[in-house]
């Protein structure tokens, strides 16, 4: 078996198996292929072909996604095995691991499509980036999606705040996506540096047709006007950025020690 990058420790390593969540995507294209060929051979049946013609289509069609079904129960080769110390991610041939002590960057990207008869039909796909590169990528596609990301967050997370609001304290500047957080301000996509005395509160806003269906981080001044937001999709460990916006504000607020 290849790797796309070698493991640095056994599955063993990482401590016991404590579930497998498999992608189930391609089953559902194989089915959908199924289906369209299906429809097709009921078609040719309805339009007085050959019975043997459309038939044929129709057995051939539902034969091949059950063997294709089945063999991917057996054999899937995509899905991710959840350890008490990290997660391994078999996508055919290509395995990638990486520890919880190893990541630094979650991200997601939660979309909602109001389009005809596409309404509120809601989509999520996450990542999982490691110091070197590695990465991790599932969507809703895999078993218990949801349970997964909240894992790996409750594991990773703590870890990657303390040291984040520590490089901040020790005078440097930390880079999530497109914005620059320091001890001095906030600046965004090279825009010049926004003191936290003229910032005011931050949150992410669901997805709306405004935002074109998407996850926004919005920012806005003491007032309560915008100042600026982007995307969560661009932004790695979103409501990290977030609380230290709002640690920070809450700071420069507070009334000086007597």
Known sequence: MTTSHPY??????LGPLLRVHRDRGNGCLIVALALLVAVLGAWMLVMGLPIWQGGAYFVVAVGGAWLAM????RHGGYFIELYEHGIVQHAGAKVTSIRFDEVTALTRDIRQTYRYWLSNV????????SRDGRVIRFSLMSDDAPALRATIAERALPRIRLETLRAIDGGETVTLGPFAVSSDGLRVSGEPLVPWSEIGRAKIDAPSRRSGGAEMI???????ELWTQRGVSLVPNADLLVEIIELAVEAERAPPEP
Do not use: I
């Open 8 to 13: 640095r420790e056994s599955p063993s390593e």
């Open 70 to 73: 089945r063999w991917m129960g």
């Open 122 to 129: 809601r989509t999520e796909s996450h990542s999982v980036e």
């Open 218 to 224: 919005r920012v806005e001044r003491p007032s309560g």
